[in-house]
């Protein structure tokens, strides 16, 4: 079995902010005309958000990363002049609205880490982007807290017993010892000084929010030799400064490694609920060589595979969350990343899931109502270049079926290409059997690619 070194997006970004990254290159800022390394996408209405990233730092490391917006809505999807430059190295992109979140009655708005500016970007979307007084959170205030990346956003309602704050909760991949430290930020008033806290050994990557129990679940690497998955109870109304007894917040975890050995958590997202049917939760995991690491005492530096991981989230009798692995785990490819649950199919069917594997070069879609992998995007046969693009990470996922005319599949994914820095786009199908297929650009025969000049 082949082994894989763990993708630069995470592993080696670190390593640069902690060696030093040498003199720069360029002291110009980020472009606002193209991509450069695409790390996080989100989707706000008809537009897509795409975070820059600069990884090769061909710009200003200060603000050389960028948050750049692109209209959906016409033939051809197009880089809209109004992006706002950050800090490099971004990470994942999260969008919170009055729509989601009543209290949000300042307008919409994205919010995008930056782990060389060690900051969270708040910026507005209604109109132009913007990003105003009040928009940058910093997390310089504790020396502990390193390499924001994972963002997740909060706001619980009176039908969970919360009282509708909205805020938003950072994981930090490089703290003391691994660390689990997470920040939360109160996004009615960014100007406060935001609560830091632990969820335990191993570093917090990515979130998934249940609005119907108000749970917060967290995926966490550098985890020694376990595989927790880790959640706060009621995480819109705790007070993570406090104990849980006196109203602090209550923290739960499952460790996975006892159903798999050598398992790093990755990404996570939650299934679209279904009447009648017990939530899941998606999981993509990098394998590692656990025999090996409990002779190191610490994690191989490379993989032996990835896989997708389904559990589904059973309530007890006294209410305590029991997970259980459905089936097997889904072999996906090196590199595996971010997973997004598709929209919701018709007739009470189970998720369609689309998961990355960027040493691989792969787009995977699992169909969890047939228990099986539906399509893979991957090398094409007589170039040998992956599709979607090289190092597929960043994915965000579009209802077609309330855009008319958009394309023939239900549901459009979207791909970010780490290395050729543009965004790619697969319809997929969301109810019978026909396969998904690469959107086409304006041309009909070749694919689209968003981000790059025709």
């Not at 020396?143 to 924001?148: E, Q, Y």
């Not at 929010?209 to 679940?217: I, K, M, N, Q, V």
């Not at 069917?349 to 998961?355: E, G, K, Q, T």
Request: glycine fraction near 14%.
């Amino acid at each position: 079995m082949r082994a894989a070194t763990r993708t630069p997006t995470l592993l080696a970004i670190a390593i640069a902010i902690t060696i030093g990254c040498g003199s720069e290159p360029s002291r110009d800022p980020a472009p606002l005309d193209r991509f450069t390394f695409p790390v996080g996408l989100a989707l706000h209405g008809e537009d897509l958000l795409v975070v820059s990233s600069n990884f090769d730092l061909a710009f200003a490391s200060d603000d050389g990363g960028s948050l750049l917006r692109v209209t959906l809505g016409g033939a051809t999807p197009v880089i809209q002049p109004d992006g706002v430059r950050i800090g490099s190295f971004g990470g994942e992109v999260a969008v919170v609205d009055p729509a989601s979140c009543p209290a949000i009655v300042q307008g919409a708005k994205a919010l995008v880490t930056s782990r060389f500016a060690d900051r969270l970007y708040q910026v507005g979307l209604d109109g132009n982007l913007s990003c105003g007084a009040g928009c940058e959170v910093p997390f310089g205030f504790d020396g502990r807290l390193g390499d924001p990346y994972g963002v997740g956003v909060t706001c619980v309602g009176s039908a969970t017993g919360g009282d509708g704050r909205a805020r938003a909760w950072v994981g930090f991949l490089r703290t003391p010892l691994h660390d689990g430290l997470v920040a939360e930020v109160d996004l009615l008033n960014p100007a406060s000084t935001p609560t830091v806290f632990s969820m335990g050994t191993g570093n917090v990557q990515s979130f998934a929010y249940d609005a119907e129990t108000g749970r917060l679940f967290m995926t966490g690497v550098n985890t020694g030799l376990s595989a927790p998955l880790r959640w706060i109870e009621q995480a819109g109304t705790c007070d993570p400064s406090k104990a849980s007894t006196a109203g602090g917040c209550v923290i739960r975890s499952f460790d996975l490694w006892q159903l798999l050995r050598g398992a790093e958590l990755s990404g996570i997202a939650l299934s679209n609920p279904i009447p009648g049917l017990p939530r899941r939760v998606y999981l993509t995991a990098r394998l590692y060589d656990a025999d090996l690491a409990t002779t190191l005492g610490s994690r191989p530096g490379s993989d032996t595979g990835g896989v997708l991981l389904v559990l589904e989230l059973e309530e007890g009798a006294n209410g305590e969350l029991q997970p259980r692995l459905v089936s097997d785990p889904v072999k996906i490819g090196f590199g595996v990343g971010p997973v997004r649950v598709l929209p919701l199919r018709p007739g009470g069917l189970r998720d369609l899931v689309a998961v990355t594997a960027a040493d691989d070069g792969e787009l995977t879609v699992y169909d969890d109502e047939a228990g099986l992998v539906r399509d893979v995007f991957g090398r094409d046969p007589a170039t040998g270049v992956p599709v979607v693009g090289r190092a597929p990470f960043g994915l965000a996922v579009q209802d077609l079926r309330s855009t008319p005319g958009t394309g023939d599949g239900d549901a459009r994914v979207f791909v970010g290409a780490f290395t050729d820095g543009f965004v790619s786009a697969v319809d997929v199908p969301l109810s019978g059997s026909a396969a998904a297929k690469l959107v086409p650009a304006a041309d009909g025969k070749t694919p689209l690619r968003i981000g790059v000049t025709p």
